[in-house]
């Protein structure tokens, strides 16, 4: 399973999401509140940013190839969205779906089908091979998922528009053709996920002037599969409950969100035992999860709650509990290099100033601790711990002195043919007269 990751990027505060480690690209929207919202694409430290066009919602495919977005409607086309699909190493760009609005967009783990809920009603499915639009699932849509092997699709799907209404899972082709399997049928079934053996998914309690009421279930995926209850919580007033976000390969570990009115936190879920762990005890401002790891080890978060207008900091929080690491000085640069303007200062340069001689003061001191760890006891983890302490440092190098990562073609080209070059951080400070 590729990592797919919404992330607010502290005052950015865009979406993003990444693809699979190994292609290390993930896209992003700058000023996503605003009449234009930008796309961009970036290595997956945030460096070396490029403008895709305007849109939002985008997504990577898993192999690091494709970005898809949503447009907005223009005066062409009137009240239609598009959906663009451009490929990164030539940015060709083909319109592949339009409609009055769009949701769900993503890819399937093949990276061959690009899924998405059009106006609510309607699962389209694209074929990039066959350049071609199939309708995998009609209705009132209630989430979707790809199966691992990309050639089925779960569906929710409910009887009327209205959203405490009676709604049940169903499976077919992604590519549509045939009619859909129901395998579920107490209709109170929605936002399913495709694991490797099970699909995933929200029984709803309906209640009288509130929202319904969320807890997980499992269900084999064909008509009448065994039924599983993986929790029992009670939903407080003007809350939802758990909603399923991402699973592991082994589909052991869960990652979903606590929603509700003012509220949005991140959850852990056994899915063997259905043993839950919220990320936070702050359920209107704490950290909330969008993405976890293939092996189920790492959660990718951001802090500051549900709202896209208060502070966040990007986070990897470990599994199993711990303390949350923040992802910080390099999305803070870029950040930054995406509102400076041509030929201007860096905005916060004095921040990164004081981060640069800050950091040479902690590096420092975590080597010599380390290191005389090291000395006494030349074990694993402590060899481990100075390799990391190490790699801090070459980090260190990378944004404040001389560039050491290469990470596209034009990096290459430029340090076989000049060698290592002074880093872009270390430029614009020095042209802000900040530093020599």
């Given amino acids: 399973m590729r990592m797919r990751r919404t992330v607010i990027l502290a005052a950015l505060a865009g979406a993003a999401v990444w693809a699979a480690p190994a292609q290390?690209?993930?896209?992003?929207?700058?000023?996503?509140?605003?009449?234009?919202p930008t796309v961009y694409v970036a290595s997956d430290r945030g460096k070396n940013p490029?403008?895709?066009?305007?849109?939002?919602?985008?997504?990577?495919?898993?192999?690091?190839?494709?970005?898809?977005?949503?447009?907005s409607p223009t005066a062409a086309v009137a009240e239609m969205e598009t959906v663009v699909l451009q490929k990164l190493s030539s940015g060709s760009q083909r319109v592949v779906m339009r409609s009055r609005g769009f949701d769900s967009l993503r890819?399937?783990?093949?990276?061959?089908?690009?899924?998405?809920?059009?106006?609510?009603?309607?699962?389209?499915?694209?074929?990039?091979?066959?350049?071609?639009?199939?309708?995998?699932?009609?209705?009132?849509?209630?989430?979707y998922s790809f199966s691992p092997d990309s050639g089925a699709i779960v569906v929710g799907r409910a009887e009327k528009e209205k959203f405490q209404s009676p709604s049940d899972l169903y499976t077919g082709p992604a590519l549509g053709g045939k009619r859909l399997v129901r395998i579920t049928e107490f209709g109170r079934a929605m936002n399913p996920v495709w694991a490797s053996t099970e699909i995933l998914f929200d029984r709803f309690r309906r209640r009288k002037g509130d929202?319904?009421?969320?807890?997980?279930?499992?269900?084999?995926?064909?008509?009448?599969?065994?039924?599983?209850?993986?929790?029992?919580?009670?939903?407080?007033?003007?809350?939802?409950?758990?909603?399923?976000?991402?699973?592991?390969?082994?589909?052991?570990?869960?990652?979903a969100v606590f929603t509700g009115q003012n509220t949005e936190v991140g959850f852990t879920v056994a899915t063997r035992t259905g043993q839950t762990r919220a990320l936070s005890r702050d359920f209107e401002r704490g950290i909330?999860?969008?993405?976890?790891?293939?092996?189920?080890?790492?959660?990718?978060?951001?802090?500051?709650?549900?709202?896209?207008?208060?502070?966040?900091?990007?986070?990897?929080?470990?599994y199993?509990?711990?303390?949350?690491?923040?992802?910080?000085?390099?999305?803070?640069?870029?950040?930054?290099?995406?509102?400076q303007s041509p030929g201007g200062r860096l905005p916060g340069a004095n921040a990164f100033v004081a981060a640069r001689r800050a950091n040479v003061v902690l590096l420092t001191a975590g080597l010599l601790v380390i290191g005389s760890f090291v000395?006494?006891?030349?074990?694993?983890?402590?060899?481990?711990?100075?390799?990391?302490?190490?790699?801090?440092v070459l980090e260190h190098v990378n944004y404040f002195h001389i560039q050491l990562m290469y990470d596209s073609a034009e990096d290459l080209r430029s340090l076989?043919?000049?060698?290592?070059?002074?880093?872009?951080?270390?430029?614009?400070?020095?042209?802000?007269?900040?530093?020599?």
């Fill in 211 to 255: 929202a319904p009421a969320f807890n997980l279930w499992a269900v084999e995926p064909k008509a009448d599969g065994a039924l599983r209850r993986l929790t029992r919580l009670k939903i407080p007033r003007l809350v939802s409950g758990l909603v399923p976000l991402e699973v592991s390969s082994d589909a052991r570990r869960m990652l």
């Fill in 50 to 71: 490029r403008r895709l066009g305007i849109g939002r919602a985008p997504t990577i495919s898993p192999d690091g190839r494709w970005v898809a977005f949503v447009t």
């Fill in 320 to 339: 199993d509990g711990g303390e949350p690491k923040v992802l910080v000085e390099g999305a803070a640069y870029w950040f930054a290099k995406l509102r």
């Fill in 107 to 143: 890819f399937a783990p093949d990276a061959r089908k690009l899924g998405a809920v059009a106006n609510g009603e309607r699962v389209r499915v694209y074929d990039v091979a066959s350049d071609r639009v199939h309708t995998a699932a009609r209705g009132n849509i209630r989430g």
């Fill in 288 to 318: 909330v999860g969008f993405d976890l790891s293939a092996d189920g080890r790492r959660i990718l978060a951001h802090t500051g709650g549900w709202d896209p207008a208060a502070a966040h900091d990007v986070v990897s929080v470990p």
């Fill in 416 to 436: 076989f043919t000049r060698g290592l070059r002074r880093a872009h951080l270390a430029r614009d400070l020095a042209r802000a007269g900040q530093v020599s």
């Fill in 375 to 392: 000395v006494r006891d030349p074990g694993a983890a402590n060899l481990l711990g100075l390799g990391f302490a190490l790699f801090a």
């Fill in 24 to 36: 290390a690209r993930m896209v992003y929207v700058k000023n996503p509140a605003g009449a234009e």
